[in-house]
């Protein structure tokens, strides 16, 4: 079975710059799921999907990152301008029924 | 309290030896925690689920603390392929309407040889 597929692995812009990351999740997982992993930190969610409706984002700073997943498959994660505390690892992970996340590898983005 | 709190280690022990890391939270509401391993500049990955008090698989064991609101992770016979950030996932922060799961900010073993 197919993972999560994200991309890209990685991206290093400049601060005020924006950059998009793409997820498309496990077939037939309908909850998805944004993080960001600062280094040394564990996951910090950003938001979170159900098919194609936003369940949570709280923790989204919604002045500068928007996200969307308009068929309820895969899902953008966009932020516009960048900071340089935006430097992270960006996880994408969907969901079984049973609670079990799985994770793409990952989006490592350096804002310079 | 802050919802999730890891001792981030690093635990530093010999190949054979017995490790256990705890991962205290608040807000409990279900029964049902997660365990995840990261390695270095890897994402994460499930290492065990638990759905009831506790689970063993093989040389890991995960177990709940209601009362003192932990949950624990121990490692028996440490080999050096142990050597990672585990993640804890402990309950109450997610239900089958699909509310995030929080994770803590991981305990660090190096296991040496």
């Known amino acids: 079975e197919a993972g999560v597929a994200q991309s890209p692995r990685y991206k290093i812009i400049e601060k005020r710059q924006s950059v998009a990351f793409w997820c498309n999740p496990i077939?037939?997982?309908?909850?998805l799921y944004w993080y960001q992993q600062i280094l040394g930190q564990g996951p910090k969610l950003l938001i979170q999907f159900q098919n194609n409706g936003v369940v949570d984002d709280s923790q989204l700073p919604k002045d500068r990152f928007s996200a969307e997943r308009l068929k309820g498959v895969d899902s953008t994660l966009k932020i516009q301008p960048a900071k340089l505390e935006d430097s992270a690892v960006y996880l994408c992970?969907?969901?079984?029924?049973?609670?079990?996340?799985?994770f793409g590898e990952g989006s490592r983005l350096t804002v310079l | 309290r802050k919802e999730v709190e890891q001792d981030p280690g690093p635990f530093n022990v010999p190949e054979g030896a017995t490790v256990a890391f705890n991962c205290t939270y608040s807000?409990?509401?279900?029964?049902?925690f997660f365990w995840y391993r990261q390695d270095c500049r890897k994402e994460p990955k499930l290492l065990m689920s638990v759905y009831s008090s506790g689970n063993e698989d093989g040389r890991f064991t995960a177990q709940l603390n209601r009362a003192s609101q932990y949950i624990s992770l121990l490692i028996r016979d440490s080999k050096l392929s142990d050597s990672a950030t585990y993640l804890c996932?402990?309950?109450?922060?997610?239900?089958?309407?699909?509310?995030?799961?929080?994770f803590g900010k991981g305990t660090t073993l190096s296991v040496s040889s």
């Open positions: 807000n409990s509401a279900s029964q049902s």
């Open positions: 077939s037939g997982h309908a909850t």
């Open positions: 992970a969907s969901r079984l029924i049973t609670g079990e996340l799985f």
């Open positions: 996932v402990p309950p109450g922060l997610w239900s089958q309407a699909g509310t995030a799961l929080i």
